[in-house]
């Protein structure tokens, strides 16, 4: 929970290793140094390319947003930042996400580690078959978190923005929340950890306009306090939450008829959908094509 | 086509025209008769079974000395029908085997579904369904001639060979194939989404096993663990084989002696040559512990059925 306030984070690969238990204290370098620093990524699964040759930096409290057509290897992108790419068998990495410096696919690095500081929504909501509070008290129970766990509870759940709705069946199945009260559920159970990346797969993917409305009101709130890259299909989604905007699109391999995701622009949201400077971007922001 | 020439303006539509072809109609017909014919047959055959039980389970209720099925042993052909005996003996093969498969079957499980590369999946899981195929009477000769003396007589001087314990550990052997299929089965239908969610809030592999795989499968998993003791409990090779006792036996609590089980006291007196025609009702007596037999599976599982029915997660 320390380094939130604004202060770089430094970190070496000790940090996330299998024994660590602590953060580093904060640093005072360049209060605006990148969370993430991505360099010449690469992302197989078998033979088959899935995107290639990213470059692209993320920056501390802001949204980031990876917008693209389908199969441009966005939630792949994604799934790099906190090696979920690791449960497919298949799936290999090439070249250099750093965070805070240290490369997540460096020898030693534990993505069980990696995973506690940098969480996780999903395209569908997918709470536990467990009570709203277990779902919740999961994750600070795995990592063994000090502290009151109503507390922790009800502090994730407010983040959330979901306790007023939920305070008086905290004991009730987490399975009988409509869509959207899932996905807050699982946005709170989420930061119950105290992450400081939320990485979001298209979260509102599953929802109607209202809800989405209020996992948008959430983000912007929380964003305060923690990092947030989120892959969305919804231009206008991205337009009115994030600061940054990552475009992807497809290439075709003339050889082996296979479609490969690559990063066409990377700017700030304003300029890429007032003013892009790569034509696709313009033709996929005005609607044009994807 | 016949119906080509379909009137588009609709003017003259009949109800003639929306009748259908008769012969098919009637093709269905029959084809539906045959298969529930053989749906029924299957009703019938349970029907029928439980017929013949009730018969002559009927005669030894009624005609036998109730004080004769309480006593020291049974010993049919002496009138001596101590069913406890029968029913302890059972208990004791049981409890020994699921010990045996219920660890090695989940635990196999667990490795296929959760651990197991794709690679080593393809190897052992068939090797898995070769166990499942080996004839009930091979596991009981294998109990009989390796189980008992390479590994009970080893750790455990005295003990003869043929004894409760040998028999339940080949039961075990027998079933784990049951166990570790079903439970395997229920493990992979838990959505991938959910382990996702545990390890993308840093959770270790053991830990969303057991925290969120293994409960999220428990409907099937406690299936699994019913079915595996209604085959032990069942089960009449193995135990007819290595357990030692066969005509008859006296009570017996320790797993490390002889005994007889309800399903070996009924093929010693199904089987051999010394049909039985002494004591009136020793033929009898053997529906009787049928009848027994058949209710205690029935009854577990139906527990089971509702138990998975309560406990099953909809995701």
């Given at each position: 929970?320390?380094?939130?306030?604004?202060?770089?984070?430094?970190?070496?690969?000790?940090?996330?290793?299998?024994?660590?238990?602590?953060?580093?204290?904060?640093?005072?370098?360049?209060?605006?140094?990148?969370?993430?620093?991505?360099?010449?990524?690469?992302?197989?699964?078998?033979?088959?390319?899935?995107?290639?040759?990213?470059?692209?930096?993320?920056?501390?409290?802001?949204?980031?947003?990876?917008?693209?057509?389908?199969?441009?290897?966005?939630?792949?992108?994604?799934?790099?930042?906190?090696?979920?790419?690791?449960?497919?068998?298949?799936?290999?990495?090439?070249?250099?996400?750093?965070?805070?410096?240290?490369?997540?696919?460096?020898?030693?690095?534990?993505?069980?580690?990696?995973?506690?500081?940098?969480?996780?929504?999903?395209?569908?909501?997918?709470?536990?078959?467990?009570?709203?509070?277990?779902?919740?008290?999961?994750?600070?129970?795995?990592?063994?978190?000090?502290?009151?766990?109503?507390?922790?509870?009800?502090?994730?759940?407010?983040?959330?923005?979901?306790?007023?709705?939920?305070?008086?069946?905290?004991?009730?199945?987490?399975?009988?929340?409509?869509?959207?009260?899932?996905?807050?559920?699982?946005?709170?159970?989420?930061?119950?950890?105290?992450?400081?990346?939320?990485?979001?797969?298209?979260?509102?993917?599953?929802?109607?306009?209202?809800?989405?409305?209020?996992?948008?009101?959430?983000?912007?709130?929380?964003?305060?306090?923690?990092?947030?890259?989120?892959?969305?299909?919804?231009?206008?989604?991205?337009?009115?939450?994030?600061?940054?905007?990552?475009?992807?699109?497809?290439?075709?391999?003339?050889?082996?008829?296979?479609?490969?995701?690559?990063?066409?622009?990377?700017?700030?949201?304003?300029?890429?959908?007032?003013?892009?400077?790569?034509?696709?971007?313009?033709?996929?922001?005005?609607?044009?094509?994807? | 086509?016949?119906?080509?020439?379909?009137?588009?303006?609709?003017?003259?539509?009949?109800?003639?025209?929306?009748?259908?072809?008769?012969?098919?109609?009637?093709?269905?017909?029959?084809?539906?008769?045959?298969?529930?014919?053989?749906?029924?047959?299957?009703?019938?055959?349970?029907?029928?079974?439980?017929?013949?039980?009730?018969?002559?389970?009927?005669?030894?209720?009624?005609?036998?000395?109730?004080?004769?099925?309480?006593?020291d042993g049974w010993f049919p052909?002496?009138?001596?029908?101590d069913?406890k005996t029968l029913v302890v003996g059972s208990l004791i093969v049981t409890v020994v085997g699921i010990a045996v498969a219920g660890p090695i079957g989940v635990g196999a499980?667990?490795?296929?579904?959760?651990?197991?590369?794709?690679?080593?999946?393809?190897?052992?899981?068939?090797t898995i369904e070769i166990l499942a195929g080996v004839p009930s009477v091979v596991v009981g000769f294998f109990a009989l001639t390796f189980i008992s003396p390479e590994l009970i007589q080893r750790f455990r001087e005295g003990t003869p060979q043929q004894t409760m314990f040998a028999a339940g550990i080949g039961v075990g052997v027998l079933i784990i194939p049951l166990v570790a299929?079903?439970?395997?089965?229920?493990?992979?239908?838990?959505?991938?989404?959910?382990?996702?969610?545990?390890?993308?809030?840093?959770?270790?592999?053991?830990?969303?096993?057991?925290?969120?795989?293994?409960?999220?499968?428990?409907?099937?998993?406690?299936?699994?663990f019913?079915v595996a003791v209604s085959r032990a409990i069942g089960e009449t090779m193995v135990v007819f084989i290595a357990a030692g006792k066969s005509g008859g036996a006296l009570f017996e609590t320790n797993p490390f002696e002889p005994g007889l089980t309800m399903t070996a006291a009924m093929a010693s007196i199904a089987s051999g040559t010394d049909?039985?025609?002494?004591?009136?009702?020793?033929?009898?007596?053997?529906?009787?512990v049928?009848?027994?037999l058949?209710?205690i599976t029935?009854?577990?599982?139906?527990?089971?059925?509702?138990?998975?029915?309560?406990?099953?997660?909809?995701?």
């Open positions: 929970m320390a380094n939130r306030t604004g202060a770089t984070v430094s970190m070496d690969v000790g940090d996330l290793r299998d024994d660590s238990t602590t953060r580093s204290d904060a640093g005072n370098e360049d209060a605006r140094a990148p969370v993430f620093q991505v360099d010449d990524l690469s992302v197989y699964y078998g033979s088959f390319r899935a995107i290639r040759n990213v470059t692209l930096q993320v920056e501390q409290q802001q949204i980031t947003a990876f917008i693209g057509p389908s199969g441009c290897g966005k939630t792949t992108m994604l799934r790099c930042f906190n090696r979920m790419n690791d449960l497919i068998e298949t799936a290999r990495v090439e070249g250099c996400v750093a965070y805070h410096g240290v490369n997540l696919y460096e020898p030693g690095v534990n993505p069980v580690e990696v995973r506690r500081r940098i969480g996780m929504v999903f395209q569908k909501p997918n709470p536990f078959p467990k009570s709203i509070y277990d779902n919740v008290a999961y994750g600070p129970r795995v990592a063994r978190m000090k502290g009151d766990m109503d507390e922790i509870v009800e502090r994730s759940l407010r983040r959330g923005a979901l306790w007023d709705e939920v305070k008086d069946r905290l004991k009730s199945s987490a399975l009988g929340l409509s869509g959207g009260q899932q996905q807050r559920l699982c946005i709170a159970r989420a930061l119950a950890v105290d992450p400081e990346v939320i990485l979001m797969d298209e979260p509102c993917s599953a929802l109607d306009p209202i809800a989405t409305g209020r996992i948008e009101d959430l983000m912007e709130e929380i964003k305060t306090e923690y990092t947030i890259i989120i892959v969305t299909h919804n231009m206008q989604q991205a337009a009115r939450v994030s600061d940054m905007c990552a475009f992807f699109t497809t290439e075709v391999n003339e050889k082996s008829d296979t479609r490969t995701g690559l990063l066409i622009e990377f700017d700030r949201t304003e300029q890429m959908f007032s003013n892009p400077s790569d034509e696709r971007t313009e033709n996929y922001v005005t609607g044009r094509f994807g | 086509m016949a119906q080509a020439s379909i009137d588009r303006a609709g003017s003259t539509l009949t109800i003639d025209d929306l009748r259908g072809d008769r012969g098919r109609t009637r093709k269905e017909a029959v084809a539906r008769g045959l298969l529930s014919a053989a749906g029924g047959f299957s009703i019938l055959i349970s029907v029928l079974i439980v017929y013949s039980l009730v018969r002559e389970t009927w005669t030894f209720v009624t005609q036998v000395d109730w004080s004769l099925v309480w006593g052909r002496r009138a001596m029908y069913i499980a667990i490795y296929l579904s959760e651990y197991a590369s794709r690679r080593v999946r393809r190897f052992v899981k068939p299929s079903i439970s395997e089965d229920a493990m992979r239908s838990v959505p991938r989404s959910l382990r996702e969610a545990s390890y993308g809030m840093g959770a270790k592999k053991a830990t969303t096993v057991t925290k969120v795989v293994l409960p999220a499968a428990v409907s099937g998993l406690v299936a699994a019913i049909s039985v025609v002494g004591e009136a009702l020793t033929f009898q007596s053997l529906f009787f049928g009848m027994l058949f209710v029935l009854s577990l599982n139906m527990v089971a059925d509702r138990f998975v029915r309560r406990v099953r997660h909809k995701y």
